[in-house]
């Protein structure tokens, strides 16, 4: 599964809190905080739903 490290960069280059991400991506707040630092499980839906609210590609918030 990705680790979506660069999820905390992306969310802060377009200005949005983890609460504004979580609203628009319809997931928790805690999944947003868990995420950026460093948990592994991620579901595709959930990396989807990231990608989509933030608008960039889900590869995007994969980095190395």
Known sequence: MPVLT???????RTALSQEDLA???KVARTTIVRLEQ???HV???THRKLARAL???????VGE
Request: without cysteine; hydrophobic residues 45%.
């Open 43 to 45: 579901r595709p839906v």
């Open 38 to 40: 460093g948990d592994p």
């Open 6 to 12: 660069r999820l905390r960069e992306v969310r802060l």
């Open 23 to 25: 609203r628009l991506a």
């Open 55 to 61: 608008k960039v590609a889900p590869a995007e918030l």
